[in-house]
């Protein structure tokens, strides 16, 4: 009988592929860096061809070594998928599920929603990963994730997507600004604004650009930041005006009293909050079920005081 490669030699070499580095490789499979070089090792010996080009510190796959690891890959998502029936057919939302969530959702949902998770499903282990969306993603198309929390619109090719619900876009400001005396502001008025968005890569700036009809390059941006609590402060400090998912305001603005979040008075723009995973995914009512239990904390505008007109 011919030797196989094993499930942790297939994932030697998928850690060695994301990371490009034997030591960040070995990081991520818990293992030492001498470790994880002789399992690949032993896998090219099992294999008769040579996966890794060593002799240079960034870790480089040779052709074969680079066609492998997506076969490598599929087999690690299959053996997952395996222990995921196993578990998916005794009750549902046991074990371990492995999500992703964008920052400017994570921070703000998750809180809301893990005592109910918790108290409906105590048989789940849930663990979490804040990437932005394109890193959820990937992570997710190679069997890292189970399933992404993002916002919508974005592009997801063929994932399965769960709509959880509208997330309204306000404009925050000072509580002395216009805005928040009269109690609503018009997404015409923002191109006078020193706008203060997050930096590219981040899809909430791309949703309020878009959804406020703003286009990049012509906003009248003053900065870009890489968190929504950084735009916030640089708003209570009188630098301008940002863009906040309703979401977040409990978090990020009632806490400060110098600070108002105003509804838009004409087309309310918004994002959609959804979860996704891949087709084949055996836990798809897994999914459902927590999807669910997500939805019923999300804030409503008829929830949320004295935000409208």
Same mark, same amino acid.
């Given at each position: 009988m011919?030797?196989?490669?094993?499930l942790?030699q297939?994932r030697?070499?998928?850690?060695?592929?994301e990371?490009?580095?034997?030591?960040?490789a070995?990081?991520d499979?818990?293992v030492?860096?001498?470790?994880?070089?002789?399992g690949l090792?032993?896998?090219?010996?099992?294999?008769?061809?040579s996966?890794?080009?060593?002799?240079?510190?960034?870790?480089a796959?040779t052709?074969?070594g680079e066609d492998?690891?997506?076969r490598?890959?599929a087999?690690l998502?299959?053996?997952?998928?395996l222990?995921?029936v196993?578990?998916?057919?005794?009750?549902?939302l046991?074990g371990?599920l492995r999500?992703?969530?964008?920052?400017?959702?994570g921070?703000?949902l998750l809180p809301?929603a893990?005592?109910?998770?918790?108290?409906?499903?105590?048989?789940?282990?849930l663990?979490? *990963? @804040?990437?932005?969306?394109?890193r959820?993603? $990937?992570?997710?198309q !190679?069997?890292r /994730?189970?399933?992404?929390?993002?916002? %919508?619109?974005?592009?997801?090719?063929e994932?399965?997507?769960?709509t959880?619900?509208?997330?309204p876009?306000?404009v925050?400001?000072s509580?002395a600004h216009?805005?928040?005396?009269?109690?609503?502001?018009a997404?015409?008025?923002?191109?006078?604004?020193p706008?203060?968005?997050?930096?590219d890569?981040?899809?909430?700036?791309?949703?309020?650009?878009?959804?406020?009809?703003l286009?990049?390059?012509?906003?009248?941006?003053?900065?870009?930041a890489?968190?929504?609590?950084?735009?916030?402060?640089?708003v209570?400090?009188?630098l301008?005006?940002?863009l906040?998912?309703l979401?977040?305001?409990?978090v990020?603005?009632r806490?400060?009293p110098a600070l108002?979040a105003?509804?838009?008075r004409?087309?309310?723009p918004? *994002? @959609?909050?959804?979860l996704?995973?891949?087709p $084949?995914?055996v836990? !798809?009512r897994? /999914?459902?079920?927590?999807?669910?239990v %997500?939805?019923?904390?999300?804030?409503?505008?008829?929830?949320?005081?004295?935000?409208?007109?």
């Amino acid at each position: 009988m011919r030797p196989l490669p094993t499930l942790r030699q297939l994932r030697y070499l998928a850690a060695l592929a994301e990371h490009r580095h034997f030591g960040r490789a070995a990081d991520d499979c818990c293992v030492t860096q001498s470790t994880l070089s002789a399992g690949l090792r032993e896998l090219e010996d099992v294999l008769g061809v040579s996966l890794v080009s060593r002799g240079n510190r960034q870790a480089a796959l040779t052709p074969v070594g680079e066609d492998i690891v997506v076969r490598a890959r599929a087999i690690l998502r299959d053996a997952e998928q395996l222990l995921d029936v196993a578990c998916v057919g005794s009750q549902p939302l046991t074990g371990l599920l492995r999500l992703g969530v964008i920052p400017t959702i994570g921070p703000y949902l998750l809180p809301r929603a893990m005592p109910a998770v918790r108290t409906t499903y105590p048989g789940l282990r849930l663990y979490l *990963r @804040e990437e932005r969306t394109a890193r959820v993603l $990937d992570l997710l198309q !190679s069997g890292r /994730l189970d399933a992404g929390l993002i916002a %919508l619109p974005y592009a997801t090719g063929e994932l399965e997507t769960l709509t959880l619900g509208c997330d309204p876009l306000l404009v925050a400001c000072s509580a002395a600004h216009r805005f928040a005396v009269r109690g609503w502001a018009a997404s015409a008025e923002l191109m006078a604004e020193p706008l203060l968005l997050l930096e590219d890569g981040h899809c909430l700036r791309e949703h309020g650009l878009t959804a406020c009809r703003l286009l990049p390059g012509l906003a009248n941006e003053d900065l870009q930041a890489t968190s929504l609590s950084t735009l916030v402060q640089m708003v209570a400090s009188g630098l301008g005006l940002t863009l906040v998912p309703l979401l977040a305001v409990d978090v990020e603005i009632r806490r400060e009293p110098a600070l108002a979040a105003v509804p838009f008075r004409d087309e309310r723009p918004a *994002r @959609e909050i959804a979860l996704v995973w891949r087709p $084949d995914s055996v836990r !798809s009512r897994d /999914l459902h079920l927590l999807g669910e239990v %997500l939805r019923e904390s999300l804030p409503s505008m008829a929830a949320s005081g004295s935000l409208g007109e």
